[in-house]
């Protein structure tokens, strides 16, 4: 099993949809988490850290589940801007990035 | 503000040849840095990371080193490239106990 696992996509999306992405990890020692997003052929950037109490950016959305060790990214009113690659990264004694989740949002 | 630097950033070689990359921070001090490498469909794989000058950690055996000969400065290497080293090569530095910054990233492509 690999220990961090996301739905690859593409989640194709028109304008103003809200779509969710989830992601489940394999270590119940995990200590933070992290939603990256990373456009094509760029370097990951830090979207949000994610808390156990859930939080909330703008029309992100992160929340954790320890029980189940899933997480999830929720994208409000989705713009076309937000066409990106989603990684989902756990901390256990070092960070661990799943493969990503590919979002397309068209007009 | 902490800026992270790589370069090149993009870079064509031929298996058999020897590689350099070089990744350099400003704005901090005795940071922990870090190379990873993303190959085409893949995910991040972390290859050596560094918590201060001289010390490097191995995360996978591989035809790669690394150094840090300088506080703020990371270098990976190799003597001689194999095609399955292409890949998207990107050096990192750590914030706030656990939150990752990347730098440009280095495109390379062995032929």
């Known amino acids: 099993r690999k220990e961090v696992e996301q739905d690859p996509g593409p989640f194709n999306v028109p304008e103003g949809a809200t779509v969710a992405f989830n992601c489940t990890y394999s270590?119940?020692?995990?200590?933070?988490f992290f939603w990256y997003r990373q456009d094509c052929r760029k370097e990951p950037k830090l979207l949000m850290s994610?808390?156990?109490s859930g939080n909330e950016d703008g029309r992100f959305t992160a929340q954790l589940n320890r029980a189940s060790q899933y997480i999830s990214l929720l994208i409000r009113d989705s713009k076309l801007s937000d066409s990106a690659t989603y990684l989902c990264?756990?901390?256990?004694?070092?960070?661990?990035f799943g493969t990503g989740t590919r979002l397309q949002v068209f007009p | 503000s902490q800026t992270i630097h790589q370069w090149p950033a993009t870079l064509v070689q031929p298996v058999g040849s020897p590689l350099s990359l070089e990744c350099t921070v400003e704005g901090t001090s005795n940071p922990n840095l870090y190379w990873y490498r993303q190959a085409a469909g893949r995910g991040l794989q972390l290859l050596f990371y560094?918590?201060?000058?001289?010390?490097i950690s191995s995360e996978v055996p591989q035809n790669l080193s690394a150094s840090r000969p300088q506080d703020r400065q990371f270098i990976l290497s190799s003597k001689k490239l194999l095609l399955s080293d292409s890949g998207f090569y990107l050096c990192?530095?750590?914030?706030?106990?656990?939150?990752?910054?990347f730098g440009p990233g280095t495109r390379l492509t062995v032929l």
């Open positions: 994610v808390y156990s």
């Open positions: 560094s918590v201060g000058i001289g010390q």
């Open positions: 990264v756990v901390n256990t004694d070092k960070l661990i």
């Open positions: 270590n119940s020692a995990s200590q933070s």
């Open positions: 990192a530095w750590i914030r706030d106990s656990d939150t990752q910054y």
